[in-house]
């Protein structure tokens, strides 16, 4: 069953942070690149991260998908992401995913409704 809040409305278990890229990414990001995967490699430690990257080809923009965070938490790891506060990403959200399928290695992320 899906868990759900005081209002009724059901507590998603994943959020996507959404980041928009600025033009020609692929070389503007490189001074940036290794410690934007170091910052978000210790949300990945931490259990964090499901998945991420960039979407597009050439990218036009990137993808994370986050569990056990807030969106006050999400956002506080946007605002430290070195792409973020070097102005590779021009524009971040952050939105309720609510998953009910997936891989067995995703189950207790999915919401069962």
């Not at 990218?59 to 938490?73: F, K, Q, T, V």
């Amino acid at each position: 069953m899906a868990s759900t809040s005081s209002t009724g409305t059901i507590k998603p278990k994943l959020y996507l942070l959404q980041y928009d890229y600025v033009a020609n990414v692929i070389e503007k990001r490189k001074p940036y690149r290794e410690a934007h995967l170091a910052h978000m490699g210790k949300q990945v430690e931490k259990g964090n991260v499901v998945l991420g990257g960039a979407f597009d080809n050439p990218p036009a923009g990137g993808l994370i998908i986050l569990r056990n965070l807030s969106i006050d938490d999400i956002e506080q790891i946007a605002q430290q992401d070195p792409y973020v506060t070097n102005g590779i990403v021009t524009k971040y959200t952050i939105k309720p995913y609510m998953a009910v399928v997936g891989d067995t290695l995703l189950s207790n992320d999915l919401i069962k409704i």
